[in-house]
C-alpha cells in the first residue's frame, strides 16, 4: 500500500477526528507524516488503515477490530502515536484532559453507551475483518 | 598528597557525606563524571501552560527521538522517564555491565539516580535494622539531620508505627481532591481494616517543601513532577552539591570516571585513577582518605576493577539487592466524571503499610493519584478501542490510581555481581527469593480488598510485576558487619581490605526492607562522617 503524503494527511485527520473529534493542524499532520512515512503495510493491517481512511465509521470499526485482533498492527501503532502527540498539542489536549463531565451517573451512562457502540463495531470488525486476516495467515 | 578526603560520585551519599564533613572543617575533593541537568524549560509555568506555550510541546513531552512514546506491544512498563530526565540514564561509553534476571540502572549524572527519585522518605525502625550491625539510635539522629538539610514534609499517624517520627517534618503537602476522598473513606473503616487486613494508611514522608526551607520555595503546584520539578522545591541530591560548590574547603571535579583505586600490599588505597570523559585522559588523585560513593553497582565496579588490578583476580559479590516493585492501577468509583487536579504535586501523596508476621513480610504501598501523566500508555490498555477508550479516559482521568507496591529483600548468595575483566564488563546476576511469588499474591490480594472497602476497584488483569532492578534501589553486596572478612565493612563503613577506603553508599546494607531507600543512605553517609571523622 503506498503511503502517498495526501494519504497519509487524509489517514491523519480521520484517525485524529476519532481520537478526538478535531482536525489536526499543519504540525500534527506534518509530524505523522514524519513518523509514519515510507512503512510498508500488507495484508490485514493493509486492510484496517483502507478502511480507516475510508471515514468516521470505517475508522470506528477498523479500530474496534484491530485493537482486539491486531493490537500491534500498524493502524493501532499509528492511533497511539497520533494519540501521543495529541495529548500534548493544544488545543487538542484539553479535549482530551477536560471534556464535558457529569459526575459518576453521568460517567457511568457516557462508559455504558460508549460500551455498547465499542461492541457494535467489533461485532461488524469480525464480520468484515475476520475473513481478511484468515486468508493473510497471521496478517503481518 | 592532600590533606582532602577524596569522596567519589554525586549522589545522595556522596553529598550527605561530604556535607558532613565540610561541617566537621574537612576539605573535601569530590570526583564525578557529572552529567548535567539542562536547564527547566519555563519554570514558573504549569504543565499546561507549557503545552499552551512552548513552540513544539511534543517533541518536549516525547522527545526528540519520541523516547517517551509507549507503542502498542511494546512489553515496555506503563511509564518510561520522560525525556527532560534523559540526562540522568545517559550511558557512559565504554561502560558495560551484563545482566541476567535483573535490569539495572545506572547514572553519571550530578545528583546521581535520586535526580530522578519520587522523593519517599521513609526511615527504617528497629525491626528492620535487626539484621545490621547499629541500630535506630545510630541512625534516628541521622535522620533528623538529614530531614532539617533537605526539607520533609509528612506527618504523625497512623503509619507511624512503620515510619519512626523524626524532627525537620514539614506539614505535609495540600491533598488533591482524590487522595482526600481515600483517606475519609479509610478513616471511616480504619479499625475494621487494621484489624482484618492488618493495613493502614496515612500521609507520605516526602523530600517535597509545604514551607520554604534554605533558600528553596515550597510546592507551588505546578504539576511539573513528573518532568523534573523547576523549583528545587521537590529535593535533589544536586541541591546539596550546588550549596557545597559554594563552601571553600569543597572542590569538584566534573568530567572524571574512576576507574582504580590502586591498592597497596600494605591495604592501602594509594591513589585514586580517573580518565577524563572529554578526550580519555588519565588523571591520579591523591588523598589521605578515599570514599566511595558510585551506586552499589558503580561502587562494586570500582573496588572489582581495582582489586583486579591489584591482585591479577577479582572475587564475585554475592547479596545483591533490590525492592520488587508490583504496580496495582485501580479506579476510585466516587470519582467518576469528575475533574482532575493538573495543577497540583504530581508523586504520591499517601501511603500504605501492610503488616507482615515478620518485618521481611511487611509491604509497603506509595499511593498516586493520577493527574498529569501521559494517558496514551493507559488508553491503549483499556479493554475498548482505541477511540472509544480515548474519549471514555476524561470521564475516568480523576478516577484513576496507582499503588506501586514494595517488598522487601534480603542477602542470597546467588544474587552476584562479578568483573569480567577481559570484557571490562560488570556481570550482574539475580534471582528472586523461591516465596516470591505466594508474597506478592498474598500483598496484592490483600490490598485489592483494601482498595475495595474505599470505593475502588483494581482490575486482576491490570496490575504489573516491575522488572527486578526497576526499582534502583540497589544495595548490599559488601555489608556492614561487626567482625567479618575482605568482603565485609566494618560498622562505621570501613572496607575490610584497605583501612583509608569507606563505603558510604548502599553497598554496605545487610537487609532491604520494603521501603524506598534513598533517606537511610543519606542518614547513613551523614552517620559514617560523623563516626569516622
Redesign the interface.
Known amino acids: 500500500m503506498s503511503d502517498s503524503p495526501t494519504s497519509l494527511n487524509r489517514e491523519c485527520d480521520v484517525l485524529a477526528r476519532?481520537?478526538?473529534?478535531m482536525s489536526p493542524d499543519a504540525?500534527v499532520l506534518q509530524?505523522y507524516a514524519s513518523?509514519h512515512g515510507g512503512r510498508e503495510v500488507r495484508g490485514v493491517d493493509r486492510a484496517l488503515l483502507a478502511a480507516a481512511r475510508s471515514g468516521r465509521i470505517g475508522?470506528?470499526v477498523a479500530?474496534?477490530y484491530?485493537?482486539r485482533f491486531r493490537?500491534?498492527g500498524e493502524l493501532?501503532?499509528r492511533?497511539?502515536?497520533l494519540?501521543?502527540?495529541l495529548?500534548?498539542?493544544?488545543p487538542y489536549?484539553e479535549?482530551?484532559?477536560?471534556?464535558g463531565?457529569?459526575?459518576?451517573?453521568?460517567?457511568?451512562a457516557?462508559?455504558c453507551v460508549?460500551?455498547a457502540?465499542?461492541v457494535f463495531?467489533?461485532i461488524v470488525g469480525v464480520v468484515a475483518f475476520g475473513p481478511v486476516q484468515l486468508i493473510a495467515g497471521d496478517g503481518s | 598528597m592532600s590533606d582532602a578526603v577524596i569522596v567519589i560520585g554525586s549522589g545522595a551519599s556522596g553529598v550527605h557525606f561530604a556535607q558532613t564533613l565540610i561541617e566537621r572543617g574537612r576539605r573535601v575533593l569530590m570526583l564525578d563524571i557529572g552529567r548535567v541537568r539542562p536547564p527547566p524549560v519555563a519554570p514558573t509555568s504549569t504543565l499546561?501552560e507549557l503545552?499552551?506555550t512552548l513552540d513544539?510541546?511534543?517533541a518536549?513531552?516525547?522527545g526528540e527521538r519520541?523516547q517517551?512514546?509507549?507503542?502498542?506491544?511494546s512489553d515496555e512498563e506503563y511509564y518510561g522517564f520522560p525525556p527532560s530526565k534523559d540526562y540522568v540514564f545517559e550511558p557512559l561509553e565504554g561502560q558495560r555491565t551484563d545482566a541476567r534476571g535483573f535490569a539495572p540502572l545506572e547514572s553519571f549524572a550530578t545528583g546521581g539516580l535520586a535526580q530522578a527519585w519520587t522523593g519517599g522518605s521513609y526511615p527504617f525502625h528497629d525491626a528492620e535494622l535487626a539484621g545490621w550491625p547499629i541500630s535506630y539510635d545510630d541512625l534516628g539522629p541521622r535522620y533528623d539531620t538529614v530531614a532539617r538539610r533537605i526539607g520533609i514534609s509528612g506527618m504523625e499517624d497512623d503509619l507511624a508505627p512503620f515510619f519512626p517520627v523524626h524532627d525537620g517534618l514539614q506539614p505535609p503537602i495540600g491533598l488533591d481532591e482524590h487522595g482526600s476522598r481515600l483517606m475519609r473513606a479509610y478513616e471511616k473503616k480504619r479499625e475494621n481494616l487494621r484489624r482484618r487486613l492488618g493495613t493502614r494508611m496515612g500521609r507520605a514522608r516526602l523530600a517535597a517543601l509545604s514551607q520554604p526551607h534554605d533558600g528553596r520555595p515550597e510546592c507551588s503546584n505546578l504539576g511539573r513532577c513528573l518532568w523534573g520539578c523547576p523549583t528545587h522545591a521537590l529535593y535533589t541530591p544536586a541541591v546539596t552539591l550546588g550549596q557545597l560548590q559554594t563552601h571553600e574547603n569543597f572542590t569538584y571535579v566534573r568530567g572524571v570516571a574512576v576507574t582504580e583505586l590502586a591498592l597497596s600490599d600494605g591495604g592501602r588505597v594509594t591513589r585514586v585513577v580517573a580518565r577524563e570523559i572529554d578526550g580519555g585522559a588519565e588523571r591520579t588523585f591523591e588523598g589521605d582518605t578515599v570514599a566511595l560513593a558510585a551506586g552499589a553497582l558503580g561502587s562494586a565496579r570500582i573496588l572489582l576493577a581495582s582489586l583486579h588490578r591489584a591482585a591479577g583476580d577479582a572475587p564475585e559479590l554475592g547479596g545483591l539487592m533490590d525492592n520488587r516493585q508490583v504496580l496495582m492501577p485501580f479506579v476510585n468509583?466516587?470519582?467518576?466524571?469528575?475533574?482532575?487536579e493538573?495543577d497540583s504535586y504530581q508523586y504520591h501523596q499517601l501511603a500504605i503499610g501492610v503488616e507482615g508476621r515478620t518485618h521481611r513480610d511487611y509491604v509497603h504501598g506509595l499511593v498516586t493519584t493520577l493527574k498529569t501523566a501521559?494517558?496514551?500508555p493507559l488508553?491503549?490498555s483499556l479493554p475498548?478501542?482505541?477511540?472509544?477508550g480515548?474519549?471514555?479516559?476524561?470521564?475516568?482521568?480523576?478516577?484513576l490510581g496507582l499503588v506501586n507496591v514494595n517488598f522487601s529483600d534480603h542477602r542470597r548468595d546467588g544474587n552476584r555481581v562479578a568483573y569480567d575483566a577481559e570484557r571490562d564488563t560488570l556481570v550482574v546476576s539475580y534471582a528472586p527469593d523461591a516465596d516470591e511469588p505466594a508474597r506478592i499474591a498474598r500483598a496484592t490480594s490483600t490490598l485489592r480488598t483494601f482498595l475495595r472497602a474505599l470505593g475502588c476497584i483494581a482490575p486482576k488483569g491490570m496490575t504489573r510485576m516491575r522488572p527486578m532492578g526497576a526499582s534502583v534501589h540497589y544495595a548490599g553486596c559488601i555489608p556492614m558487619a561487626e567482625s567479618g572478612g575482605e568482603l565485609t565493612s566494618t560498622p562505621d563503613g570501613r572496607w575490610r581490605g584497605a583501612e583509608n577506603l569507606y563505603l558510604v553508599d548502599g553497598i554496605t546494607f545487610p537487609e532491604l526492607p520494603a521501603k524506598n531507600l534513598t533517606f537511610t543512605l543519606m542518614a547513613n553517609a551523614t552517620r559514617i562522617a560523623e563516626e569516622a571523622f
Open positions: 476519532h481520537l478526538v473529534g504540525a509530524r513518523f475508522t470506528l479500530d474496534a484491530g485493537r493490537r500491534a493501532h501503532r492511533m497511539v502515536h494519540l501521543a502527540v495529548e500534548c498539542t493544544p489536549f479535549r482530551l484532559d477536560h471534556p463531565v457529569g459526575g459518576p451517573v453521568g460517567a457511568i457516557y462508559l460508549m460500551g457502540l465499542d463495531a467489533l | 499546561d503545552k499552551r513544539d510541546p511534543a518536549y513531552f516525547l519520541h517517551a512514546l509507549v507503542l502498542p506491544a468509583l466516587g470519582m467518576l466524571g469528575r475533574r482532575f493538573p501521559l494517558i496514551h488508553v491503549q475498548t478501542s482505541l477511540g472509544i480515548a474519549r471514555a479516559f476524561g470521564r475516568l482521568h480523576a478516577a
